[in-house]
């Protein structure tokens, strides 16, 4: 099995700091909290997107064998599937552990956004859509990709944006208690989560302000380990992945009861690999909301409802913090904030401390197992972790 031994997170309201010193602090902190030397570290992999876009840097892998001494012939990767990097990254890693190459190994995922401007930052993002093909004329791609997902959610099943506000409410709320969210100081005047013009402006489509993740710089990283190795540490119990075509309209011409079905395969990958029966056996889900309507999409992928009735379970206050099966009590990416190529990383780093009650004032009473869901494109790549509490 194995086992995530430690991990840290940047403050993700912090900029200005560039991607080497990033992954220094990231790194050199997952040591410290895992209590692994540096020189036990056999294998490290990246997780990022754009670095080439945003600070004209590639080639990561070898700022990480910078950060110490003990890493300057360590092997190295950087791993890319648009905002599902990093979990690309912990697959990759876990995959070297489980083949027996190597008993410990370092994931970190690392990104820097808010160096240039909004529509420039869009443009840099849109990379992970396919160029010339779709979104062409939307000034920001993203919100305008998933505002045709909610389009197509409302056509099949119905859609109220008041479920969408309520999404954001919930997350922006947790992300309050959050000592390393990117809008833990912000405040909500009353109507802002509502189809109000001026507190909540269109960005693309019915999606509005605060229906959008932000443009964030930070890093997350874990230290994972077999039992070769040893040590103690949350157990990831199991995992799913799957890739669906590139175009949005290409995954929604497909016309099943679920509207991604690649999707809905990977939660069931994850359920039956970590033998758990559905959402009934998890305490705490973290779940990519990088917009909303994601986050009402997964719910329903997740298990929670029958497809296309996500709404049950945020009118039932399922998803809320001391709700009987808690969403994003991190605050999510909404709340929390989204470094692209971290954000996969930053997920398991927070199950794994969910199930080892250190999450602080973020902590879900009586966590034992956690999910994550982290998405790549437009639902294009999908990626899973059930992560469980470290045997007594």
């Known amino acids: 099995m194995i086992r995530v031994l430690g991990g840290y997170q940047t403050d993700f309201a912090r900029s200005g700091v560039g991607l080497f010193d990033l992954l220094h602090e990231s790194c050199l902190g997952a040591l410290a909290a895992a209590g692994v030397p540096a020189e036990d570290v056999q294998v490290a992999h990246v997780g990022n997107l754009a670095g080439e876009l945003f600070a004209g840097q590639a080639h990561l892998g070898g700022m990480v064998a910078a950060v110490h001494p003990a890493w300057a012939m360590l092997p190295t990767s950087r791993h890319e599937a648009a905002c599902a990097s990093g979990s ?6 876990m995959a070297d552990l489980e083949a027996g190459r190597y008993d410990v190994a370092l994931v970190v995922g690392v990104e820097v956004m808010r160096n240039v401007g909004a529509k420039e930052a869009a443009r840099n993002l849109g990379c992970a859509a396919w160029a010339g093909r779709e979104a062409t004329s939307a000034d920001y791609p993203w919100p305008a990709l998933f505002a045709e997902i909610a389009e197509e959610v409302d056509a099949r099943y119905g859609l109220s944006h008041e479920h969408l506000a309520r999404i954001a409410d919930v997350n922006h709320g947790n992300a309050l208690r959050n000592p390393l969210a990117q809008t833990r100081s912000w405040t909500f005047p009353d109507g802002c989560f509502d189809e109000d013009d001026e507190l909540n402006p269109v960005v693309e489509g019915r999606l509005r302000k605060y229906d959008c993740g932000r443009i964030t710089d930070g890093a997350a990283a874990v230290v994972l380990a077999s039992d070769r190795y040893g040590g103690r540490g949350p157990v990831i119990s199991g995992w799913g992945h799957r890739t669906a075509p590139m175009l ?3 995954k929604l011409a497909v016309r099943e009861p679920y509207l991604f079905p690649h ?11 970590a033998g758990l029966d559905g959402p009934a056996a998890v305490d705490v889900i973290e779940t990519h909301d990088c917009f909303t309507i994601t986050e009402y999409v997964a719910l329903d992928h997740l298990g929670l409802t029958p497809p296309g009735e996500s709404w049950r379970a945020i ?4 998803i809320d913090f001391d709700g009987s099966l808690p969403v994003n009590p991190s605050g999510g990416l909404i709340g929390l904030g989204h470094p692209v190529g971290a954000t996969g990383v930053r997920m ?15 902590q879900v009473p009586g966590a034992r197992t956690a999910l994550t869901l982290n998405i790549g494109g437009s639902c294009t790549t999908v990626a899973l ?6 045997d007594d």
């Not at 690309?88 to 890693?93: I, K, T």
């Not at 009118?315 to 399922?318: K, M, Q």
């Not at 972790?385 to 470290?390: Q, R």
């Open 88 to 93: 690309m990254a912990v697959l990759a890693a």
């Open 248 to 250: 949005l309209k290409d």
């Open 263 to 273: 999707l809905r395969q990977a939660v069931l990958d994850t359920y039956r690999r």
């Open 315 to 318: 009118e039932a206050g399922v």
């Open 348 to 362: 398991l780093h927070d199950a794994a401390r969910q199930v080892s009650g250190t999450a602080g004032p973020c």
């Open 385 to 390: 972790f059930a992560v469980t509490a470290a």
